[in-house]
């Protein structure tokens, strides 16, 4: 079993950045495939990125199209938090942004946070 809390939302205007953290506890992030998520207002949940890692390969990630060239996630083992790193925010990103945790022999996402805001002005 995971938890997982997420912290770094705010309120910021179009091109600034922010920084989201999800730490975990209960089990190492480096056991699974770590996710970040977000869901708009009338929207449905979005796919933001993913990252797993290995002692192999390191840190492999994949990210949608939408924020690809803006968003980076990152981990901290040691500290067992993943972090998403949002650079030119754009009104659009307006979103409660999830983190969540699955096997990595698996697809889908097994433990969720319960999400931090992110809102974006133009």
């Known amino acids: 079993q995971v938890q997982l809390v997420e912290s770094g939302g705010g309120l910021v205007q179009a091109g600034d950045s922010l920084r989201l953290a999800c730490a975990a506890s209960?089990?190492?992030?480096?056991?699974?495939?770590m996710g970040w998520f977000r869901q708009a207002p009338g929207k449905e949940r979005e796919f933001v990125g993913t990252?797993?890692?290995?002692?192999?390969?390191?840190?492999?990630?994949n990210y949608a199209d939408s924020v690809k060239a803006r968003f980076t996630i990152s981990r901290d083992n040691a500290k067992n938090t993943v972090y998403l790193q949002m650079n030119r925010l754009k009104p659009e990103d307006t979103a409660l942004y999830y983190c969540?945790?699955?096997?990595?022999?698996?697809?889908?996402?097994?433990?969720w946070g319960q999400g931090t805001q992110v809102t974006v002005s133009s």
């Open positions: 969540a945790a699955g096997q990595k022999s698996g697809e889908k996402y097994d433990y």
């Open positions: 209960g089990r190492p992030i480096s056991s699974y495939r």
């Open positions: 990252s797993s890692w290995s002692y192999f390969t390191g840190n492999v990630q």
